[in-house]
């Protein structure tokens, strides 16, 4: 079967860094995104990684390794608007996005 | 602004009473999605449409259906609403069909069966 795993919540202070990950196990593999979606709202799209390697887009940074299944996205310099679900999902070889349950992601002052 | 439009944000329906969704797009995208979320589930894809081709996934129910009349409007039909449809509903539009086509995601409606 076709799984996204992520951990279902973590909670971080204003100003510090956190790092979500995300594994999968899909039928093949054609690019990985992430989205941020906050409490009641549609998610919104933060980045996508096909190859091997950081990409780095202002405090959010995605991280992806395909021999390992494996995903992070990394936000530094938290603010409090940061509290939302991050959503990992992976486009498998029948071009099927499989979406995580996501991460919600709580900011205490 | 270019966006996707989803009316009404908030829809309450009795059991069994039908109800239809509305989504449209000024984004003259092709792709036009419907996803339907469940509090801390992730967004189940029930249908899909490149242009006027019709995707149904292999396990949405008999129970809903989709019509998309022009390239801007979607509209997803749930004939007999059960306790278990309540959910969030959304809308979404990508420019193609593949990996490196990112899916813009209207406002939602979320979905209330009495």
């Known amino acids: 079967g076709q799984n996204i795993d992520q951990p279902t919540e973590m909670t971080a202070t204003e100003g510090a860094i956190v790092q979500i990950n995300c594994t999968y196990q899909?039928?093949?593999?054609?690019?990985l995104f992430w989205y941020q979606q906050h409490a009641g709202e549609a998610p919104t799209f933060l980045s996508y990684n096909v190859l091997d390697g950081l990409e780095e887009k202002g405090r959010f940074s995605s991280f992806l390794s395909r021999s390992k299944g494996y995903s992070y996205l990394l936000l530094k310099e938290l603010q409090m608007k940061d509290s939302a679900s991050y959503l990992c999902a992976v486009f498998d070889s029948n071009y099927q996005l499989i979406w995580g349950a996501g991460t919600k992601l709580i900011i205490k002052p | 602004d270019a966006m996707v439009i989803q009316n009404p944000r908030y829809q309450v329906t009795q059991f069994g009473k039908p109800v239809t969704l509305s989504c449209s797009q000024t984004l003259n995208h092709n792709v036009m999605y419907w996803y339907q979320q469940k509090s801390s589930q992730a967004p189940k894809l029930l249908f899909h449409?490149?242009?006027?081709?019709?995707?149904n996934e292999a396990d949405t129910p008999d129970n809903f259906q989709s019509r998309r009349p022009n390239t801007s409007f979607c509209f997803l039909d749930i004939r007999s609403p059960g306790l278990g449809d309540a959910a969030m509903y959304l809308c979404?539009?990508?420019?193609?069909?593949?990996?490196?086509?990112?899916?813009?995601f209207g406002p939602g409606t979320r979905l209330t069966v009495t």
């Open positions: 979404a539009t990508s420019s193609g069909q593949g990996p490196s086509y990112e899916q813009y």
């Open positions: 449409y490149y242009d006027k081709d019709f995707n």
């Open positions: 899909t039928s093949g593999f054609n690019g």
